[in-house]
Nanobody, 115 residues
Framework: QVQLVESGGGLVQPGGSLRLSCAAS????????MGWYRQAPGKQRELVAA???????NYADSVKGRFTISRDNAKNTVYLQMNSLKPEDTAVYYC?????????WGQGTQVTVSS
């Protein structure tokens, strides 16, 4: 069983920055890929960024050059640094990992970009 707890969401003006954190806990040994997804109202959940234990990253085209995903393997924690935020980045952001073929999700954290 894996628990994912996110933090760091909030309200920010366009052009601003936020940093999301997600800590994994439970009876876990090694977690390979961890990622961030987001879901805006009326839209499907989409992948924002993912990172493997070795540090390989993958980004959605819409966030490339603005968002940076990183992780601390010793703490089983993944981060999402979001810069140059746009109103279209407004969504609930979810942390995700797959452990022994089971998908786990965090509870979600709201990010609102508005003036």
């Amino acid at each position: 069983q894996v628990q994912l707890v996110e933090s760091g969401g909030g309200l920010v003006q366009p052009g601003g920055s936020l940093r999301l954190s997600c800590a994994a806990s439970g009876n876990i040994f090694m977690i390979d890929t961890m990622g961030w997804y987001r879901q805006a109202p009326g839209k499907q959940r989409e992948l924002v960024a993912a990172i493997t234990m070795g540090g390989s990253t993958n980004y959605a085209d819409s966030v490339k050059g603005r968002f940076t995903i990183s992780r601390d393997n010793a703490k089983n924690t993944v981060y999402l640094q979001m810069n140059s935020l746009k109103p279209e980045d407004t969504a609930v952001y979810y942390c995700n990992t797959k452990y022994y073929s089971i998908n786990y999700w965090g509870q979600g954290t709201q990010v609102t970009v508005s003036s």
